[in-house]
Protein backbone atom coordinates (compact mmCIF):
# COMPACT_ATOMS: atom_id res chain seq x y z
CA UNK A 1 0.00 0.00 0.00
CA UNK A 2 2.55 1.94 0.94
CA UNK A 3 4.53 1.87 -2.41
CA UNK A 4 1.42 2.62 -4.41
CA UNK A 5 0.79 5.55 -2.82
CA UNK A 6 5.09 6.94 -3.10
CA UNK A 7 4.18 5.79 -6.82
CA UNK A 8 1.22 8.03 -7.19
CA UNK A 9 3.01 10.75 -5.54
CA UNK A 10 5.57 10.74 -7.79
CA UNK A 11 3.73 10.59 -10.44
CA UNK A 12 1.42 13.40 -9.19
CA UNK A 13 4.28 15.52 -8.64
CA UNK A 14 5.94 14.54 -12.21
CA UNK A 15 2.68 15.66 -13.92
CA UNK A 16 2.51 18.66 -11.99
CA UNK A 17 6.19 19.84 -13.16
CA UNK A 18 5.10 18.93 -16.77
CA UNK A 19 2.36 21.10 -16.58
CA UNK A 20 4.51 23.99 -15.17
CA UNK A 21 7.03 23.43 -17.94
CA UNK A 22 4.10 23.45 -20.25
CA UNK A 23 2.65 26.94 -18.87
CA UNK A 24 6.27 28.41 -19.29
CA UNK A 25 6.49 27.33 -22.64
CA UNK A 26 3.02 29.16 -23.38
CA UNK A 27 4.14 32.28 -22.08
CA UNK A 28 7.79 32.08 -23.66
CA UNK A 29 6.12 31.79 -27.17
CA UNK A 30 3.57 34.26 -26.70
CA UNK A 31 6.01 36.73 -26.31
CA UNK A 32 7.99 35.30 -28.86
CA UNK A 33 5.03 35.31 -31.60
CA UNK A 34 3.66 38.74 -30.79
CA UNK A 35 7.13 40.31 -31.55
CA UNK A 36 7.53 37.65 -34.71
CA UNK A 37 5.26 37.26 -36.91
CA UNK A 38 5.98 33.97 -38.42
CA UNK A 39 5.73 32.45 -34.80
CA UNK A 40 1.95 33.24 -34.52
CA UNK A 41 0.66 29.60 -35.23
CA UNK A 42 -0.78 27.35 -32.94
CA UNK A 43 1.49 24.78 -34.34
CA UNK A 44 4.59 26.82 -33.07
CA UNK A 45 2.44 27.41 -28.89
CA UNK A 46 1.87 23.73 -28.87
CA UNK A 47 5.35 22.91 -29.69
CA UNK A 48 6.98 25.14 -27.06
CA UNK A 49 4.31 23.76 -24.46
CA UNK A 50 5.57 20.30 -25.60
CA UNK A 51 8.99 20.93 -25.18
CA UNK A 52 8.42 22.87 -21.93
CA UNK A 53 6.48 19.78 -20.73
CA UNK A 54 8.86 17.06 -21.68
CA UNK A 55 11.83 19.06 -20.36
CA UNK A 56 10.55 20.23 -17.12
CA UNK A 57 9.41 16.44 -16.39
CA UNK A 58 12.08 14.87 -17.60
CA UNK A 59 14.83 17.50 -16.23
CA UNK A 60 13.94 18.28 -12.69
CA UNK A 61 14.53 16.30 -10.24
CA UNK A 62 17.02 14.17 -11.92
CA UNK A 63 18.52 11.05 -9.27
CA UNK A 64 21.63 12.39 -8.63
CA UNK A 65 25.39 10.26 -8.63
CA UNK A 66 25.82 8.97 -5.11
CA UNK A 67 27.83 11.47 -3.24
CA UNK A 68 31.15 10.12 -1.97
CA UNK A 69 34.17 11.97 -0.50
CA UNK A 70 36.87 11.91 -2.98
CA UNK A 71 40.01 10.13 -1.85
CA UNK A 72 42.60 12.65 -1.97
CA UNK A 73 46.28 11.25 -2.61
CA UNK A 74 49.13 13.00 -2.29
CA UNK A 75 49.31 15.78 -5.18
CA UNK A 76 45.70 15.62 -5.84
CA UNK A 77 44.03 18.59 -5.48
CA UNK A 78 40.98 16.70 -4.45
CA UNK A 79 38.40 17.30 -7.12
CA UNK A 80 35.47 14.78 -7.17
CA UNK A 81 33.81 13.87 -10.69
CA UNK A 82 31.40 16.03 -11.85
CA UNK A 83 27.70 14.90 -12.08
CA UNK A 84 26.72 15.91 -15.84
CA UNK A 85 23.12 15.15 -15.34
CA UNK A 86 23.12 17.57 -12.47
CA UNK A 87 24.66 20.59 -13.24
CA UNK A 88 23.08 20.65 -16.85
CA UNK A 89 19.37 19.94 -14.92
CA UNK A 90 20.45 22.97 -12.63
CA UNK A 91 21.32 25.30 -15.22
CA UNK A 92 18.64 24.16 -17.76
CA UNK A 93 16.17 24.83 -15.24
CA UNK A 94 17.35 27.81 -14.17
CA UNK A 95 17.66 29.04 -18.40
CA UNK A 96 13.88 27.76 -18.50
CA UNK A 97 12.53 29.13 -15.29
CA UNK A 98 14.18 32.49 -15.97
CA UNK A 99 12.92 32.79 -20.11
CA UNK A 100 9.54 32.42 -18.87
CA UNK A 101 9.65 34.49 -15.34
CA UNK A 102 11.07 37.69 -18.08
CA UNK A 103 8.42 36.81 -20.55
CA UNK A 104 5.65 37.08 -18.14
CA UNK A 105 6.87 40.42 -16.96
CA UNK A 106 7.17 41.67 -20.39
CA UNK A 107 3.35 40.08 -21.04
CA UNK A 108 2.24 41.85 -18.03
CA UNK A 109 3.90 45.02 -18.08
CA UNK A 110 2.84 45.32 -21.61
CA UNK A 111 6.61 46.05 -22.89
CA UNK A 112 7.85 45.49 -26.64
CA UNK A 113 11.40 45.22 -26.59
CA UNK A 114 13.79 44.98 -29.00
CA UNK A 115 14.19 42.02 -31.49
CA UNK A 116 17.53 41.13 -30.37
CA UNK A 117 15.91 40.31 -26.40
CA UNK A 118 12.86 38.18 -27.70
CA UNK A 119 15.32 35.85 -29.47
CA UNK A 120 17.98 36.08 -26.46
CA UNK A 121 14.58 34.90 -24.54
CA UNK A 122 13.85 32.06 -26.91
CA UNK A 123 17.52 30.65 -26.75
CA UNK A 124 17.42 31.08 -23.64
CA UNK A 125 14.44 28.86 -23.18
CA UNK A 126 15.60 26.84 -26.13
CA UNK A 127 18.51 25.70 -24.52
CA UNK A 128 17.47 25.54 -21.01
CA UNK A 129 14.46 22.70 -21.52
CA UNK A 130 17.09 20.93 -24.07
CA UNK A 131 19.26 20.64 -21.26
CA UNK A 132 16.63 19.46 -19.39
CA UNK A 133 15.81 17.08 -21.28
CA UNK A 134 19.20 15.88 -22.03
CA UNK A 135 19.75 15.69 -17.93
CA UNK A 136 16.38 13.81 -18.01
CA UNK A 137 17.90 11.04 -20.44
CA UNK A 138 21.69 10.91 -18.54
CA UNK A 139 19.89 10.60 -15.26
CA UNK A 140 17.66 7.63 -16.50
CA UNK A 141 20.22 5.73 -18.31
CA UNK A 142 22.21 5.40 -15.71
CA UNK A 143 20.25 4.44 -13.13
CA UNK A 144 19.37 0.67 -15.56
Do not use: C
Request: no cysteine; glycine share 12%.
Amino acid sequence: MRSRVRRFAHVLERTGLAMAGAAAGLFVAALVGSSIAPLTTQGFLLIMMIAGAIGFYLGIDTPPLPFHEPLVEPGDDGSGKIDAAELLSAVGTFLAALSAFVSVGLIVMRENPHLFWIVMIMAGWLVGVTMQIVAGAIARLRGR
